[in-house]
Structure formats: C-alpha cells, structure tokens
C-alpha cells in the first residue's frame, strides 16, 4: 500500500480496497471514490455534503478554521482594501488583475451591456405589485435564456465571456427594476456615464425622468463614500467556493442547461434564510428584539434545544472561526459610523449580541461566530437600501462567482451530470 492510497476495509468481509489520495495546493487533501461503487458495490452517505468535495476548483480558497478567504490566490483584505469590484469580477473571469486599459475596456463593455431587451421589461412589468424582489429576478434571469439563447456553445471561448459580460451587467438592471416594481412604481434605465456601483444606487433612487434629490447641502445625492461601501459589499460576496448556490448552479450546468438558467437556480438557492437571504432576516431580528435589555432572554431563546429560534447571521458551516468577510464590514461598520446615518437603536443591539455570544460557553463550543450577514444589513440600511433588495444585492455580488464556476466546470474533464445516488429506506 503507498502512501498515495486510503485503505477502507469492509468488516463484514475482510476485504481490503485502496483509494487515491490527491493533494490540494492548499486545504486538505482528498480521498477520490470515484470508483468506490464499482470496486465496493455500496455507495458512499453523506447529507448536506459536510465531507464530500463535488469538484476540483482554482477559483477561490477557504479556510474555515483559520477563517481565511482567498480569491484566486488572494486574500479577501487585501482585495476588498485596494482593489474595486469590477477588477475582482475581471480577476475571478480571467485569473489576474487587470491592466488600466483591460479595466477600462471591461468597465464600458459592462456599462453598454447594462440594458435590457423592452420585452424583458414588460414581462418584469407583469409582475403583481409587493412581489418579493427575489422572486421578480430569479425569473427574470431564467428570462434572459430565451432573449440570448445563443450562448450554449461551451467550446466558444470569446462566446463564453461575452455570456459572462453581459449577465454582470444585466442583473443589477433586472434587480433594480425588480425593486421599483415590488414598490409600483416606474423602471429607471442604466446610466450609462455612471459606474457599475453608482449605476446601480442611481437605478434605485432616481425619481421618474432621472432626477436625482439635491441633499440639503446641495452636494451629489449619490456620495462616493456610498459608493465604496456598496462596492465592497459586492466584493465581499463575489465568491465563496463551493456554496449551496454555487453547488445548485453547477449541477444545473451539468445538463448542459442554458447558462442564464443555471444562475437563475442558483438565485432560487440563496434565497432561503440559511444562506443569502439571512441578511434580511438578521434586520428582521434585530428590530424583533428592539431593545438592547431583551437581548438576554433572546440569547437564551437561542441557546435552547426546545426552541428552533437561532440567531440570525450567526455560525457558518465552514467558517469556524471568525468570518474574515464580517471582519471587513465590521471595520466598515466603524469607518462608516460618523459619514453615514447608521441605526445607532441596530447597532447597538447587534453590538450586545455579539458580546455577549463571543463570550458563551454554547456559541464557543460550536463555534458560532457572526457572519457577513451580521454586519450586511446595518450597512445596507445606512445606503438607504430597503430589506427586501438585501439577497438581491448578494445576487448582484456572487453572479460573478457563480458564473466563473460554470465556465470552470464547463472547460474542465469533469464536466459531467451531477447525479447523486441515495440510502433506499421504503418500501
Ligand atoms: N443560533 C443558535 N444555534 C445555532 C446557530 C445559530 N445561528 N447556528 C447553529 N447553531 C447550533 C445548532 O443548533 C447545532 O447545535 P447542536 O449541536 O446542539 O444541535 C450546532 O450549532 C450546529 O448547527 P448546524 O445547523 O448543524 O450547522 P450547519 O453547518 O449545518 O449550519 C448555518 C450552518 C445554516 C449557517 C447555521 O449556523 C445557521 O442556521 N445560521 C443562521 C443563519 C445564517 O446566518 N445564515 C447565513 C450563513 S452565511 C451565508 O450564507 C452568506
């Protein structure tokens, strides 16, 4: 036996099998069982994935017990401090930073690509009134695949980027009109002359016809401060390896799926409170709570095993340790504390929970630290932006993520039908 090789031995049998160990450049190694089936005749059971690797990847890293997070070889502080978003969505599309003259390109290839189809527009019209933002865009996106049907030749490499290019720059346009028609009021077109980001506030603040509120100092009602907050929000959440959206997404891709419908299941799969849509649900609790003296019984709440409450953006499943995002928006929170109106009544309250959990013998050995999302929604709410466009604004942030994963997937020797096989306990 080498060293290269995992022994399983089946007790009922005595029987000896090896398997392949192959080494990661960083993180742990693998055992591959690819053909653990064929040698074995059982399968391999492991719900929710907690120690199955779906694929081999040279995006992004974690390290959960180091809370380490790296995109492409670098680390998540040194992107989200010196670097904007658009040259992290360059960086994750084409493996490296891009030049002045490659960001330049990339910006008004983006900023031409931010329009949509009128038809698009009207169907996004057709929506009731107070539908949830998250359920206008996901459709929306799943949309998109019958006005660029093209797309579906995965050997194009220049086709592939242009389908990447053109659903960065779409979305935030279908997110945005999705948020002024869950409100009933009218569509504001891109800006072309406005950066992606700025674009993006623009599209939600603007009145109808474009104007923008004059603040009481007369300065710019978009403020270069909102801009770098935002834009670091979306660099944040550009991408977070193998995820449950992510997952949804490549495995959607592994029919051979149309791009756009893939990123629209991945949508779908952010949705929900265990992931993306916690940020929503974070506010919802803090003003659940209101009050810093009722955050003991909440924490109770929390801690008992007869209550299914939990803390909202608490606990990760591979972040053992402190989430290196939430460390980010935590010194943003901080920086932002004087510039913009932050709800002092939230912070307050979240800043009691975070105390009091860092220090409880439950959170610590379950190492429950606070996630992005603890921090995401005070911010967000300082931007003025409404709780229901939280996920949105996620969805915004990792549709880089999501589509680099695909292309990756789609360009490797594993490009192959997702198609896991299950303990049967029926009849
Ligand atoms: N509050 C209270 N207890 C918690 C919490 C929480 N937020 N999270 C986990 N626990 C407890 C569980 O009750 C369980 O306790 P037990 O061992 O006594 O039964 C233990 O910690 C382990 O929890 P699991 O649910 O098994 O952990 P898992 O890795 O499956 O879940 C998850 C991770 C879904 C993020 C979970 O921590 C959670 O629900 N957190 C709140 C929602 C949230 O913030 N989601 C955002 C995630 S980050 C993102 O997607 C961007």
Known sequence: MSKNTFTFINNRTGKKYDFDILDATRGP?????????????????????????????EITFIDGEKGELRYRGLTIEELAQNHSYLEVCYMLLNGKLPNADELLGFDLELRHRSFLDEDLKKLIDSFPDRAHPMAILSSGVSALSS???????????????????????????????????????PMIYPDIDRSFTENFLYML?????????????????????????????????????????????????????????????????????????????????????????????????????????????FGHRVYKNFDPRAKVLKSLQDQLKDELNLDSKLMEIATKIEEIALKDEYFISRNLYPNIDFYSGVILTALRIDRPMFTPIFVIGRTVGWITQLMELQGSKEFKIARPRQLYIGK
Not at 159 to 184: D, V, Y
């Open 147 to 185: 006005f660029h049907f093209e797309h579906l030749d995965i050997e194009d490499k220049e086709e592939n980027q242009e389908m990447a290019r053109r659903i960065i720059a779409k979305i935030p346009t279908i997110a945005a009109f999705s948020f002024r028609k869950s409100l009933g009021i």
């Open 29 to 57: 190694s693998v055992v591959d069982i690819s053909t653990f089936y064929k040698k074995t005749g059982m399968f391999t059971f492991d719900v929710g994935f907690t120690s199955t690797a779906s694929c081999s990847s």
């Open 205 to 313: 603040r603007a009145y109808p016809g474009g104007k923008m509120k004059r603040t009481k100092e007369g300065s710019r009602e978009i403020r270069d401060i909102e801009i770098k907050a935002l834009d670091t929000i979306f660099t944040l959440h550009a991408d977070h390896e193998q995820n449950a959206s992510t997952t949804t997404v490549r495995n959607v891709a592994s029919t051979g799926a149309h791009p756009y419908a893939a990123i629209s299941s991945g949508i779908s799969a952010l949705w929900g409170r265990a992931h993306g849509g916690a940020n929503e649900s974070v506010i919802a609790q803090l003003e659940m709570i209101g009050e810093v003296k009722n955050v003991d019984k909440f924490i109770e709440k929390a801690k008992d095993p007869n209550d299914n409450f939990r803390l909202m953006g």
